[in-house]
């Protein structure tokens, strides 16, 4: 790293998905049609790259580019990665199979039996992982989460409760699903839940942006979990309660900017490209929203490379609020620059508007992400142009 510039390795992974996303720009429309025709796009390099980024070395090849691998478990990688991809479709990102957020939870919790099934299995074939969290009318206040997990009066564990907005887990073979074994914040646990049991059922929601990802409505119906599924069985109920979310959301949340990055990046090309003899005003914003691209990207790098050395995700935080408000803004602006019929005369850029809506919801919405700003900042934990 050069500042909060790439080093050359790094910068070779952010080309090369660079060139994978123009496959994914081809796709997105189709599949914001009908998110089922993520099977036609399985074969797409950048796909193919996503199914198995983020498995650790010893269960699957990592990423290969010229001299340099990448096994995709630093999150300075993973944003790297995302954005140029986002850069085509974020949808597609999203839609793809592989190990997403499950991995991130099984790099903090995962015991070596638990690691060996899930990432085998995910290295095997193409498979969607999901992340259960959020439940209906329980959203951005994860401590209060209710669904349970229970011993039945035969001694079998079984789950039971309802998740809403879970992305793939109407096709996922695996979602860790976060449970209640009793009050409080040490009583949650991750589980990981196998979808071909009886009980697990899915369905997906309607949705305006990001379609691909299919968010989806879980019903667990007292499906059964074996002692080896519960996440964290080897640790302390301390590190493997509402501790272990916390640090899943802080390596994750670099990404989310990204995602959101990617999405401002695409909506200021695609107009930039239309509007090259852009004169006076029009011009200055173009410019000026390119200029906002660069500082937020190296705003998104720095968290990434904070929480790979820290842990800690307060930068994230204003990270992925940052990128939010951009991506929002740079859709809209590029709306405007385009004339009054531009959502119905360029699909590309309506969807474009929608899905920078649902980066804002993922993770946490930019209220959540200030109040955790503000928490480090009231905690002495930033430092220099952040105090
Ligand atoms: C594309 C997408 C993918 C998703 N994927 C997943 C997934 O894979 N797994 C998963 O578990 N969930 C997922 N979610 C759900 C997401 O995490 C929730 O939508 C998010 O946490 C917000 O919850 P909510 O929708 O219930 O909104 P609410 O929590 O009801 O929030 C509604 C509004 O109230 C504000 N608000 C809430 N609390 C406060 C507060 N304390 N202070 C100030 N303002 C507040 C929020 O900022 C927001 O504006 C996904 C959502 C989207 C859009």
Not at 20 to 32: E, I, K, M, P, Y
Not at 45 to 59: A, E, K, S
Request: charged residues 25%.
């Amino acid at each position: 790293m050069n500042g909060y510039g790439l080093d050359e390795r790094l910068t070779a992974l952010g080309r090369q998905a660079r060139e994978w996303s123009v496959g994914f720009r081809a796709g997105a429309l189709a599949l914001d049609e009908d998110p089922g025709r993520i099977k036609d796009f399985l074969d797409l390099p950048g796909v193919r790259c996503l199914g198995t980024f983020g498995i650790p070395p010893g269960y699957a090849e990592p990423l290969t580019i010229g001299r340099h691998r990448y096994a995709g478990t630093t999150a300075l990688e993973r944003a790297v990665l995302t954005e140029n991809l986002a850069r085509g479709d974020m949808g597609m990102v999203l839609a793809s199979p592989g190990v997403s957020m499950s991995g991130v939870l099984m790099e903090q919790l995962g015991d070596e039996e638990q690691r060996d099934r899930f990432y085998g299995a995910v290295a095997a074939s193409p498979t969607w992982t999901s992340f259960a969290l959020t439940e209906p009318d329980r959203g951005s206040d994860a401590s209060a989460i209710t669904t349970a997990l229970r011993r039945g009066e035969d001694g079998r564990l079984l789950l039971t409760g309802a998740k809403r907005y879970i992305g793939n887990a109407c096709r996922a073979r695996f979602v860790s699903v976060l449970a209640r074994t009793r009050p409080g914040p040490l009583g949650v646990t991750a589980a990981l839940v196998d979808t071909g049991e009886p009980g697990y059922r899915a369905e997906p929601l309607p949705t305006l942006g990001l379609r691909g990802a299919q968010l989806s409505a879980v019903h667990l119906d007292d499906v059964e979990v074996e002692p080896w599924q519960v996440l964290g069985r080897h640790l302390s109920p301390a590190r493997r309660g509402i501790w272990s979310c916390v640090q899943v959301f802080n390596r994750l949340r670099p990404t989310v900017a990204a995602l959101a990055l990617g999405v401002a990046a695409a909506a200021h090309e695609y107009v930039a490209e239309r509007r090259r003899s852009a004169t006076g005003t029009d011009r200055d914003r173009i410019e000026d929203l390119g200029m906002r691209i660069s500082a937020t990207r190296a705003l998104v790098h720095r968290a990434a490379a904070e929480v790979d050395a820290t842990g800690r995700g307060r930068v994230a935080s204003a990270a992925k609020a940052r990128a939010c408000a951009l991506a929002e803004d740079a859709t809209l602006a590029a709306c405007d620059l385009l004339g009054p019929a531009a959502r119905a005369n360029h699909p590309e850029l309506d969807k474009l508007v929608r899905d920078a809506r649902g980066a804002e919801f993922m993770e946490g919405t930019r209220n959540i992400q200030h109040l955790n700003l503000f928490q480090g900042l009231l905690a002495n934990e930033l430092e220099g142009d952040f105090r």
